[in-house]
């Protein structure tokens, strides 16, 4: 995809953005990372920009992008992974003020980024975009601004999509699942979350790791998926095929080995 161009990866200092950095330039392609606490991914080959970039901010999002194509050249991937996780909450205990930032970064944030690189395509007629969304924006939970921004996502995507289709520039979402990040692991460690609980209803009983999203990521980065815009890939090793089977006694147990 970045044969003539580069990637740029929000959120690539860490988590599911970094993996999916290294990964990406494991692969060969030149790859700009930006992070609103910007750090060089472990162990990737990646030109990190250098000051924070805020994605709820127009003004930073429009001067940054045209910066980093005026230093690195035309972006022809784009891979929206900066978020934050919502704050598990009662509806009546939630506060407004940690709505307002969960929807500014995750919705806002991925919709400011993705107009301001696509515009940019659609005159080059050429380009892939994937916003990382997630399962909760297609399930309930106890997180509300979160499930409400990440459905937003899959929703901006599939509009983008049908927008741009016709310009040569495909517009996809993946959505993971509960993933091994570092964000992940500090909510089991306080408690706040159970990885027994978390693995057991998904149907290969264990969670996610971060490289496996960034495999799906490079995928619909790729000439292989050049058929392919507007959807929302869940990675999430099979939690919403099996998470309605708690209903029905769990899912099944393997045969003794």
Do not use: C
């Not at 929807?103 to 980024?113: K, P």
Request: charged share 15%.
């Amino acid at each position: 995809m970045s044969a003539d161009g580069i990637i740029l990866v929000t959120g690539g200092s860490r988590g599911i953005g970094a993996a999916t950095a290294s990964l990406l330039a494991e692969q060969g392609s030149r790859v700009v990372v930006t992070d609103i606490a910007p750090e060089q991914p472990q162990g990737a080959d990646a030109i990190l920009w250098p000051t924070p970039f805020d994605v709820a901010s127009e003004p930073v999002v429009v001067s940054v992008i045209a910066e980093i194509e005026a230093r690195h050249g035309p972006i022809t991937g784009l891979v929206n992974a900066a978020g934050i996780f919502g704050k598990m909450h009662p509806v009546e205990n939630v506060r407004m003020e940690n709505w307002d930032r969960e929807i500014n970064i995750d919705l806002r944030g991925t919709f400011l980024v993705a107009r301001s690189v696509g515009e940019r395509m659609t005159k080059r007629r050429h380009g892939a975009i994937v916003n990382v969304a997630s399962i909760a924006g297609m399930t309930s939970g106890p997180i509300h601004a979160y499930t409400a921004a990440k459905a937003g996502v899959i929703q901006i995507t599939q509009t983008l999509a049908a927008e741009w289709g016709r310009v040569g520039v495909r517009v996809n979402a993946v959505s993971p699942g509960f993933t091994r990040t570092v964000a992940l692991e500090a909510g089991i460690a306080s408690g706040a979350l159970n990885a027994d609980r978390l693995a057991r209803n998904a149907a290969m009983n264990r969670l996610v790791e971060p490289i496996e999203v960034a495999q799906a990521i490079a995928w619909l980065l790729s000439p292989l998926a050049s058929g392919v815009t507007g959807i929302n890939l869940p990675v999430d090793a099979g939690f919403i095929a099996g998470s309605t089977w708690d209903a029905y006694g769990g899912l099944p147990e393997p045969p003794a080995a």
